[in-house]
């Protein structure tokens, strides 16, 4: 339901959104150059550490699906509060944590706050912010989506070297105390239509989810029971294959497919998927080329990561006004296309090339990317009305959740696959690796070509009349 928002509110909502969206991003990531000296400190094996990043990552999944009812239900601030304080705590303990078992235990509790931060702070976005602002703000929002991961690795190495792995955690603990303290002054109380929790349905899509995601983390290589990978992936594809059996027969499902009837959000969903498997793999595969194939240190590689998010930051100035030049359908067809002929020529670096010359390019990718994501989620969620707010949002949460695990296991098989069959050197299947995985993103620019040339006018104001306009004296010609 609509409801008064608190002063400042409206400028400040979207601040609280972007820096949840930051927190759930880089905590993602950050752990990863960090697990080696929390694995010496805990006696453990580094190979066991993955459980710190799997729990995590199942326990969003998991959980990403019922933060629509849970907003509804309970109100976005109430909801975005709780979540907050559970990532607090979380944090906290991880950062106290003597053992691995209390180590995973603790990233549960952060996975439970983190699974609901962000979807219920757009959420509550959605819902105040008339059609025709969306795309600026959802435009604001994207970019710690895209700086997080990147600087994650970075961040989580400065912060081991220079002042011990716990403070990967306690850092979020002021960040956090501040956001609850903004969110609590600003954030209005949206509540929504919502039935009964559908506990059956939360059972099948949110376990065939987590499923489907623990498959991912796996085939990605980033666990050791790599052959249990299939298996997962099935499982979860068998219970998602359930839940909409189910949902057909629910008259209140936990996900409301009906929504996926509205033309544009299914066609932005289905780039979403597609186009992120060039992109979600950049963070991974690009330090791992420059360490593994090139033999540059890991610093090094973390901070040649930097110049992508300065472009990612720099397209904020303008792509809103690309897309009210081109439109949705130009503009996405054209810069996912851009980003897979970008990708590919990654294929290109070699020993003898100075690492400045990747500067530039890793800036333009970061601005095409910017522009994709913030064109994709606006498409995405702008059509969609009060009813299906809370389920398409909940949608595109998932998608971008399993983006990474999608990126990094799609060219890691793809990098297996060329090391295993393929003659030359480490740094030709690297090679080989960037131009596969540039060309499925340049295909999977066709996706967008199921847009309408009008889909999305209603978000741009002044695109319509300017589009009528231009016809009317092409015609008189």
């Not at 991974?284 to 090094?300: D, K, N, R, S």
């Not at 720099?314 to 990708?343: D, E, P, Q, S």
């Amino acid at each position: 339901q609509r409801m008064r928002i608190p002063p400042g509110g409206m400028a400040g909502l979207p601040l609280i959104a972007a820096a949840a969206f930051f927190m759930q991003a880089l905590d993602a990531t950050i752990l990863n150059t960090a697990l080696p000296a929390i694995a010496e400190s805990l006696g453990e094996s580094p190979l066991a550490m993955q459980m710190t990043v799997v729990g995590y990552t199942l326990t969003v999944a998991l959980l990403i699906p019922a933060s629509g009812w849970f907003a509804d239900r309970f109100g976005t601030r109430n909801v975005f509060l709780f979540a907050v304080a559970l990532f607090v705590l979380g944090s906290l303990s991880c950062a106290l944590s003597g053992s691995l078992r209390m180590l995973v235990l603790s990233r549960v509790i952060q996975g439970i706050g983190g699974a609901m931060m962000m979807p219920v702070a757009r959420l509550a976005v959605l819902r105040a912010f008339p059609r025709e602002k969306l795309v600026a703000v959802l435009n604001f929002i994207s970019i710690p989506g895209l700086v997080g991961p990147v600087v994650g690795p970075l961040l989580g190495g400065a912060l081991v070297t220079y002042a011990g792995w716990h403070w990967i955690f306690l850092i979020n603990i002021p960040v956090g105390l501040a956001g609850m303290l903004y969110a609590w002054r600003i954030m209005p109380q949206f509540t929504g239509p919502h039935g009964p929790f559908d506990f059956t349905g939360f059972a099948f899509f949110g376990l065939g989810l987590a499923l489907f995601s623990g498959g991912l983390e796996l085939f990605g290589g980033r666990a050791e029971s790599k052959g249990l990978a299939p298996f997962l992936l099935l499982a979860g594809v068998a219970l998602l294959t359930l839940y909409a059996r189910h949902a057909r027969r629910n008259q209140a499902p936990l996900i409301r497919l009906g929504v996926f009837r509205i033309h544009t959000f299914r066609v932005g969903i289905a780039g979403n998927v597609v186009s992120r498997l060039g992109t979600g793999c950049m963070p991974y595969l690009m330090p791992l080329m420059l360490q593994v194939g090139l033999g540059h240190p890991a610093l090094t590689a973390g901070m040649m990561m930097a110049p992508m998010a300065l472009g990612s930051l720099t397209a904020k100035t303008f792509a809103v006004r690309v897309l009210r030049r081109f439109g949705y359908r130009n503009t996405l067809v054209g810069v996912t296309a851009c980003i897979g002929l970008m990708i590919a020529q990654f294929s290109l670096q070699t020993p003898s090339l100075p690492l400045w010359m990747l500067i530039l390019p890793m800036i333009l990718l970061g601005m095409a990317m910017s522009t994709q994501f913030t064109a994709m989620n606006s498409i995405t969620l702008g059509d969609l009305a009060q009813e299906h707010v809370s389920t398409g949002n909940s949608l595109l949460a998932v998608t971008q959740q399993l983006s990474i695990s999608f990126g990094v296991a799609s060219s890691t098989a793809v990098l297996r696959l060329f090391n295993a069959l393929a003659p030359g050197s480490l740094l030709d299947h690297f090679h080989e690796t960037f131009l596969t995985v540039g060309g499925v993103t340049l295909l999977a620019s066709l996706v967008f070509l199921f847009l309408r040339d009008g889909d999305g006018d209603a978000l741009l104001p002044g695109r319509g009349e300017r589009r009528a306009s231009s016809g009317k004296q092409r015609s008189s010609r």
